[in-house]
């Protein structure tokens, strides 16, 4: 019985590593040349998908829910005072300014289904 116990106690502990690793929140980006930006699409009351020049995805989550950010307001990227969009910056939805809480790396929205 205490055999057992060691091993289950063993598996438990050599699993935990990568258990924790696949709860670790995103690292934050910074984009820079936000001026040279593709494309948004966005997430609405809640962030914005940014494609960047190079044609990486990026989702800035706001800081709190932003009412008028809905799919087809207009948007306007504020980048922070050292050029970047990131933490720092600000996302104006409809005249609205909501400040931004995180900027990760993603796969972009996801497709639409017509």
């Given at each position: 019985?205490?055999?057992?116990?060691?091993?289950?106690?063993?598996l438990?502990?050599?699993?935990?590593?990568?258990?924790a690793a696949?709860?670790?929140p995103?690292?934050?980006?910074?984009i820079?040349?936000?001026a040279?930006?593709l494309?948004?699409?966005?997430?609405?009351?809640?962030?914005?998908?940014?494609?960047?020049?190079?044609?990486?995805?990026?989702?800035?989550?706001?800081l709190?829910?932003?009412?008028?950010l809905t799919?087809t307001?207009p948007?306007r990227?504020?980048?922070?005072?050292?050029?970047?969009?990131?933490?720092?910056?600000?996302?104006?939805?409809?005249?609205?300014?909501?400040?931004?809480s995180?900027?990760?790396?993603?796969?972009?929205?996801?497709?639409?289904?017509?």
């Amino acid at each position: 019985m205490i055999a057992r116990l060691t091993i289950a106690a063993t598996l438990l502990a050599a699993a935990a590593p990568a258990l924790a690793a696949d709860n670790q929140p995103a690292p934050e980006q910074r984009i820079r040349n936000i001026a040279s930006l593709l494309e948004t699409v966005p997430d609405p009351r809640q962030g914005v998908f940014i494609r960047a020049y190079d044609g990486r995805w990026y989702y800035a989550r706001t800081l709190d829910e932003c009412p008028r950010l809905t799919a087809t307001a207009p948007l306007r990227l504020i980048a922070s005072p050292g050029g970047y969009f990131d933490r720092n910056s600000a996302v104006v939805a409809d005249g609205w300014r909501c400040l931004v809480s995180s900027v990760v790396a993603s796969d972009g929205p996801p497709s639409r289904r017509n």
